[in-house]
């Protein structure tokens, strides 16, 4: 008689550390990936969209995933936000950012005037609004999965697609003509990306690190958001992003997209936690990790972990010394 199979135990694992990312190779999420230590000298697999790099890491198909989460200039990429949601188990155990710039890219021979229709991740495409507005009024976006997929589309015949916007380097991997380069419209857009797994372990505590949170407010209760805010501006957490997505199942309710700066392991974020806890009807530990830019996170006033260890040295000691001055 064999075992039946544990519930639990990822369908597809084949022992291989697989790493999925939103490809086909050369996109900027190739690149994000191209900073994460672990990954490097493992299968790296492509696929079409966050959803399904994300279902390879809860099938235990891949170890982890690269996905963007937030550009610079178009905000948080809502389709990751909404996943990481929606998806239970998931920890970002790292995070990246890439700097972007976009090329648009045509058949041999097309000339700028006879583009009538660009494809474009819709990402990349809020990018270069200004520029395409300037340069090609009158155009149709047709979205594409990548900045890569986008110029592939341009050989597909069934598309009658003009022009892509792509990534710089593009003439390294397809042939194409890069009618203009530096087509975005801010010379600084980085967009950050989170590499995404199912571990429970946290990566360690380095004093430059960020936490992740989807948090839901109480239903009905008068200032609830305020409340949310105070959880972390009474322990001295700095909130580096809170933005706010729908709850599609009931319209008007929304959840909070929340990064800190701390980790799980500083005092006064396990705290914070604690009373967010508490006061919260869903909270969602996305994890702690490194931040990407290693800027040390300021600690200042009463909220050091010397502070709350004293703290709780006084409070264990109230039974012992009544007076509670020792
Ligand atoms: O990785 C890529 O090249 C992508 O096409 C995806 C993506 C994104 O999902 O935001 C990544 C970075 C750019 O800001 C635009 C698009």
Same mark, same amino acid.
Do not use: M
């Given at each position: 008689m064999t075992d039946a199979p544990? @519930? @639990?135990?990822?369908? @597809?694992?084949?022992?291989v550390e697989t790493y999925s990312y939103l490809g086909p190779a050369g996109t900027f999420t190739e690149a994000a990936l191209r900073l994460a230590p672990q990954a490097q000298g493992k299968p790296w697999k492509p696929v079409n969209n966050v959803n399904e790099a994300l279902a390879d890491v809860t099938s235990g198909r891949s170890v982890a995933a690269m996905i963007a989460i937030e550009n610079s200039i178009e905000g948080g990429v809502t389709a990751s936000q909404d996943a990481l949601a929606t998806t239970p188990g998931l920890r970002i155990i790292g995070e990246y950012t890439v700097p972007i710039s976009f090329s648009l890219a045509v058949r041999p021979g097309v000339a700028l005037e006879d583009v009538k229709t660009i494809a474009a991740h819709p990402v990349a495409y809020g990018q270069c609004r200004a520029w395409l507005t300037t340069h090609l009024p009158g155009h149709t976006h047709l979205p594409a999965t990548s900045n890569i997929a986008s110029a592939g589309s341009l050989f597909d015949e069934g598309l009658r697609v003009d022009a892509a916007i792509t990534p710089p380097n593009i003439r390294e991997r397809i042939q194409v003509d890069v009618l203009a380069e530096g087509i975005e419209d801010n010379k600084t857009a980085r967009t950050r990306f989170a590499l995404v797994s199912m571990t429970t372990t946290l990566p360690p505590r380095t004093g430059a690190d960020k936490t992740s949170l989807i948090v839901e407010l109480p239903e009905d209760r008068p200032g609830s958001l305020v409340q949310m805010l105070e959880q972390f501006a009474t322990r001295g957490v700095n909130m580096s992003v809170i933005t706010s997505r729908p709850i599609p199942e009931r319209i008007g309710r929304y959840r909070f997209v929340i990064d800190l700066e701390g980790h799980l392991h500083d005092a006064r974020v396990a705290d914070a936690l604690r009373g967010l806890r508490r006061y919260s009807p869903h909270v969602i530990f996305l994890g702690s990790y490194p931040e990407a830019d290693g800027t040390p996170v300021q600690v200042e006033g009463n909220d050091t972990d010397e502070h709350y260890a004293e703290a709780e040295a006084w409070l264990a000691s109230l039974e012992r010394d009544p007076d509670g001055l020792g």
């Open positions: 544990d @519930a @639990a135990a990822p369908s @597809a694992y084949t022992g």
